[in-house]
């Protein structure tokens, strides 16, 4: 694998390791992949660079695997995208205060896990099986808790600068 992608290519490489993951997955009643697809396409709408995007289309992989993701640094050449994945993955037991903590560890699994919450909340307005209205507002107020515990959202701008800070140190590959 090419050390150096256009991001282009590092997007194509995160959507491919997400599609073969998830095939036959279910999410919502459809096919898991409309998931990470639309949670990417939600930071790409904002104007974020590849490498968020990336991490969007990988933020469900390691759990699916069952793993931490680092195995992810084998599969994707970005020490910063695998690293934006692994603050967002999350493991069993642990609580929604960690999770989030752990999310905002990063600035590229801040934004990943804002545009997750944000299209989990969408979807779950949006969805038949939710048949109860306290099963209903019991996943929006989650959603909406994860969203506003994550504070400031980096802008694109501030993930650019921070991506040129992190290669100019020589701290991705």
Not at 124 to 135: H, K, Y
Not at 149 to 173: F, W
Request: aromatic fraction near 6%; hydrophobic fraction near 35%; glycine fraction near 10%.
């Amino acid at each position: 694998m090419p050390m150096s992608l256009s991001g282009h290519e590092l997007v194509g490489i995160a959507q491919e390791i997400a599609t073969v993951q998830h095939d036959g997955e279910q999410y919502g009643g459809g096919p898991f992949i409309a998931h990470p697809r639309a949670v990417a396409k939600l930071a790409e709408m904002d104007g974020y660079p590849p490498e968020v995007m990336a991490v969007c289309w990988l933020h469900d992989v390691a759990e699916s695997r069952g793993t931490d993701g680092w195995e992810l640094l084998d599969e994707i050449p970005s020490f910063v995208v695998v690293e934006g994945v692994v603050s967002v993955t999350s493991f069993a037991g642990q609580s929604e205060t960690d999770k989030m903590t752990r999310a905002k560890s990063h600035p590229l699994g801040t934004v990943g896990k804002a545009k997750d919450s944000t299209h989990n909340l969408a979807t779950t307005l949006l969805n038949p099986a939710r048949t109860t209205e306290q099963d209903q507002f019991g996943a929006i107020l989650k959603y909406a808790r994860y969203i506003g515990s994550l504070g400031v959202i980096p802008t694109p701008e501030e993930i650019n600068i921070y991506l040129a800070l992190r290669r100019d140190r020589g701290e991705d590959r």
